[in-house]
């Protein structure tokens, strides 16, 4: 059976009173559903609880006919793949299983209880420099594990950075990633410099077909229309941005001038904005994507510092959440 497949064993004696182990998949019936948790564009997520286990999941309810009117298959598909690959780490949200009746899909997967990074965001107006240190070396930690797997998240933004129980990050939302076939070693994996330009990078990793939200889109998305891993950099400089100035780099009154914004590198920082988180953003929000910082320099630049890479990240306390003023 599929990963997917969500099997409960139950125990049952057999016409010839033989005791038999009996798999049964798990259905709508098995869940209490409670309130909407978020809404996507072709999704509804809902709060449940397993009757057996009383475990507590998210639960994403897809209406299959809307899906094949809106020709969305295929994003449906890419997410649960995507999921499925994206297994063992503690910054991705997880999925237990997946059923379908007549009518929807449903996706169990983990629940963030605390809500979007967004949402947080917007109640604090802005993240002070530890909570943007947190916060930023937990996202910065998962796209490089998503990186590694080769997996391209492609529409990376405040929204689908969900705060779980322990207000732990969760990245979410991969209906939009493109998973990169065999991920050919690249030649600054091998000898540590940075590739010259982005012709450096092999064709099949970078992506086609257009996607992201406007603010986080990164310039190569929107001139050549192809997205590399760089391009979830980009969407990272912008989040760094935002948690310390309340308000995302390229803001504009509608898309197509925030468009203009980007691919014209048009923005400025606000006073006050500190020096070293101002260092790392300007070299992520580089319009050429090979010469934006790769992951470990990121990892290395002053504004980590203090930052413990690796188990340790995931098991320290979250900071409490401050305003930067
Ligand atoms: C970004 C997403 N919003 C949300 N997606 C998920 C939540 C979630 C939870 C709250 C929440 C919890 N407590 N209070 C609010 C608010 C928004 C949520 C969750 O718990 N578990 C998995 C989720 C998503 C996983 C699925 C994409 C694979 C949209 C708006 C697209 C529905």
Redesign the pocket.
Known sequence: QDRGAAVSVRQEVDANGKTVARYIKKGVRDFSFGNT????SY?T?VFATDRQTLKEY?I?ILDKRHIIKEKKVKYVNI?KDT?NRLTDHPGI?RLYYTFQDERSLY?V????????LLGVLKRMVTFDEECTRFYGAQILDTIDYMHKRGVIHRDLKP??V?LDHQMYVKI???GTAKILKNTPRRPDESTGSIPIDSSDIPEEERASSFVGTAEYVSPELLTEKNACKASDLWAFGCIIYQLLAGRPPFKAGNEYQTFQKIVALDYEFPIGFPAVARDLVERLLVLEPARRLPIEHIKNHEFFEGISWGPELWNQKAPRLKAYV
């Open positions: 948790l978020g809404e996507g999704s997520v998210a994403k997410e999921l949200v996706f997967l983990d629940l963030c209880k605390g809500g979007e929204e689908n969900l979410t939302d991969f």
